[in-house]
Nanobody, 124 residues
Framework: VQPVEPGGGLVQVGGSLRFTCAVS????????ITWFRQRPGKAREGVSCVANSDDRTRYIESVEGRFAISIDKTKKTVDLQMTSMRREDTGVYYCGAPYWDRPCPLNEEDMEHWGTGTLVTVSS
């Protein structure tokens, strides 16, 4: 699982950013994809996930309505579109692939594969 540029960088409060996670080395058909972030001084947390088989999604409350996860099964990519960004969205973002597909999990201990992470800084 690898994040693909363009991805991280600096964005202003209220701005938008999109990450793309490109899957390689395993069969996406049997795995969900989960996006995580690690904010400064905080533990890594699952932000959103999508199941491959039924496209069902999950979000944590703090990003509900602002972030959108989507899967392109032909391209084998999973995007995280982030809008109305806040300073507290600052952190390193990772994509991960859990051991199973559904229901997609938000816990890091359920991940089999990890991307390398990309830094996002939201500033005013």
């Amino acid at each position: 699982v690898q994040p693909v540029e363009p991805g991280g960088g600096l964005v202003q409060v209220g701005g938008s950013l999109r990450f793309t996670c490109a899957v390689s080395g395993f069969d996406l058909r049997y795995h969900a994809i989960t996006w995580f972030r690690q904010r400064p001084g905080k533990a890594r947390e699952g932000v959103s996930c999508v199941a491959n088989s039924d496209d069902r999604t999950r979000y944590i409350e703090s990003v509900e309505g602002r972030f959108a996860i989507s899967i392109d099964k032909t391209k084998k990519t999973v995007d995280l579109q982030m809008t109305s960004m806040r300073r507290e969205d600052t952190g390193v973002y990772y994509c991960g692939a859990p051991y199973w597909d559904r229901p997609c999990p938000l816990n890091e201990e359920d991940m089999e594969h990890w991307g390398t992470g990309t830094l996002v800084t939201v500033s005013s």
